[in-house]
């Protein structure tokens, strides 16, 4: 085998609710692959229900990386994640088998399958807080509209209630000067470190809509307040960077009284819902994509079986040399 040829990565993307998990299991089971998770919130362990986390029996024996593996008050941020899947990945290579890169969180996979150069700025704590702070007196919007004035191209972009990559996206601009957006587009036209194979899971927009709002009355029926009280009663605030994600935060905003319970259940699958919108657009942007529509086939296990074929004709021939 080549030396010089580039590492094989299989990489199942998609919107959420949309089956990545099931079906990276099924392909890791039948192609010898470990799971590297690409999911901002599974990362955190106690947030099960919220972040839709496989249990140990979804598993069905394979490993996964990158789960439950930071204390919800502890960071995670893209950083963080490339070099943690940068050491799984070598791990799983390591040992002769195949890493599966899965998740809904397109930026964590740029980071990896680009290798991109988070440029290290010195870090600016007081002035990261000035702008927390800045959220958490005047409110997500008023932080975003500060981004509008100076980087509009990064604001179009990032939704008002990603906090944490709004900041991100100021100290940048008042580190360099320019826009983090233009940086990442320059980071996406490298050329990938790894020779991938990357799907994209999709089906039709009202489908996927039902099953999102199903998936939302099935995680109220498993208990999700009840998670959301004991991490709140843990002290877990809207401040906390794991308290962001879809779920917690209207959950918690319920306890605050912002709104009734059905209003934050309804919130909950509204603003997933244009999550997943926004999920899609950003993988319509990537080079090299294998889009895998549900609706095509009528069977999952046909849709599984034309994913794994794509993955043996494509690797098999390194293995030939």
Request: include cysteine; proline fraction near 3%; charged fraction near 30%.
């Given at each position: ?216 009355d099935r995680m109220m029926e498993e208990g999700l307040e009840d998670e959301c009280r004991h991490l709140a009663d843990e002290g877990l605030t ?84």
């Open positions: 085998m080549d030396n010089n040829r580039k590492p094989p990565l299989v990489i199942v993307a998609g919107p959420t609710a949309s089956g990545k998990s099931d079906a990276a299991v099924e392909l890791c089971l039948r192609l010898h692959g470990e799971v590297i998770s690409a999911d901002s919130m599974q990362v955190y362990r106690g947030m099960d229900i919220g972040s839709a986390k496989i249990t140990k029996e979804e598993m069905r024996g394979v490993p996964h990386h990158l789960i439950d593996i930071r204390d919800p008050k502890e960071p995670w941020n893209v950083v963080l994640f490339q070099q943690e899947a940068r050491k799984a990945a070598s791990d799983i290579l390591s040992r002769g088998k195949l890493p599966f890169l899965v998740g809904g969180t397109g930026f964590y996979i740029q980071s990896l399958l680009y290798d991109i150069d988070f440029t290290r700025m010195d870090e600016d704590t007081a002035y990261r807080k000035q702008l927390q702070e800045i959220a958490d007196r005047e409110g997500n919007e008023a932080l975003h509209r500060m981004l509008e004035e100076v980087d509009p191209k990064a604001a179009a972009i990032l939704h008002p209630n990603n906090v944490k990559r709004v900041i991100r996206a100021l100290e940048y601009f008042r580190e360099s000067g320019t826009s983090i957006a233009d940086h990442n587009e320059e980071q996406r036209q490298k050329e990938p470190a790894f020779d991938a194979l990357f799907f994209v899971l999709t089906m039709d927009r009202e489908r996927l809509y039902r099953r999102i709002n199903q998936r939302v809207l401040s906390d960077v794991s308290m962001q994600g879809l779920g917690y935060r209207q959950m918690l905003e319920y306890f605050e009284g912002q709104w009734t319970r059905e209003e934050a259940i309804e919130q909950i699958k509204e603003q997933t819902r244009h999550f997943a919108k926004r999920q899609l657009t950003w993988f319509r942007r990537e080079k090299n994509v294998t889009w895998v529509s549900r609706d095509d086939f009528e069977r999952t296990d046909a849709m599984l079986s034309f994913m794994e074929k794509s993955i043996r004709e494509k690797y098999q021939e390194q293995n030939k040399d």
